[in-house]
């Protein structure tokens, strides 16, 4: 199975901050990458497919960059309502793969 | 507007079965391909099992295969995780979640748009 690793595991920001996540694949995986938010309690919620098309009413401060085995998220000036866990998720096989999540809390 | 709705979550004994339901409504099931997702509490999201549109098509986690079986019924816009043998390592929210796609610059791309809210399944004695 295709390993995902994420980095930071967490990591702590203010409002109107620059953030951004990092995903690597075990092995190249073209633009097969998504990413996904979640608050506590809550369903994922889609917001990047095929590495950096942003999904539908998805705000324009996050963007996904990236293709083989490095991946990025950004959130261009963080929001109080972007503060979640975000994973990435490789489509390019089965089983499907996310990475171990990457907490943003507040500074 | 597209729901999700999951149900048959519960306490059940390590070695036992429990059957969860995925009920959907403002969309056409029969065209879509489904999963299951599952999350331990206070861990990541794990990827469970996948069935396509027609249920000819089926994948599972290692972790799960064997013991698992998934399926669908598109007459009643249902979607099913049977789980037997049961471990204490299953114990988590299971969501069942929507296999999107987009074809763009010549290139299919998949990602799971629509999810439930999940059902908690606890195996414990």
């Known amino acids: 199975a295709i390993q995902m690793t994420q980095s930071p595991s967490s990591l702590s920001a203010s409002v109107g901050d620059r953030v951004t996540i990092t995903c690597r694949a075990s092995?190249?995986?073209?633009?097969?990458l998504g990413w996904y938010q979640q608050k506590p309690g809550k369903a994922p919620r889609l917001l990047i497919y095929?590495?950096?098309s942003l999904h539908s009413g998805v705000p324009s401060r996050f963007s996904g960059s990236g293709s083989g085995t490095d991946f990025t998220l950004t959130i261009s000036s963080l929001q109080p309502e972007d503060f979640a866990t975000y994973y990435c998720l490789q489509d390019y096989n089965y089983p499907r793969t996310f990475g171990q999540g990457t907490k943003v809390e507040i500074k | 507007e597209v729901q999700l709705v999951e149900s048959g979550g519960g306490l059940v004994q390590p070695g036992g079965s429990l059957r969860v339901s995925c009920t959907v409504s403002g969309f056409t099931f029969r065209s879509e391909t489904m999963n299951w997702v599952r999350q331990a509490p206070g861990k990541g999201l794990e990827w469970v099992s996948y069935?396509?549109?027609?249920?000819?098509?089926?994948y599972y986690a290692d972790s799960v295969k064997g013991r698992f079986t998934i399926s669908r019924d598109n007459a009643q816009n249902s979607l099913y995780l049977q789980m037997n043998s049961l471990r204490d390592e299953d114990t988590a929210v299971y969501y069942c979640a929507r296999g999107g796609f987009s074809y763009e610059n010549s290139t299919y791309y998949d990602y799971f748009d629509y999810w439930g809210q999940g059902t908690l399944v606890t195996v414990s004695s």
């Open positions: 095929g590495a950096s």
């Open positions: 092995q190249d995986i073209r633009k097969d």
């Open positions: 069935i396509s549109s027609g249920g000819g098509t089926i």
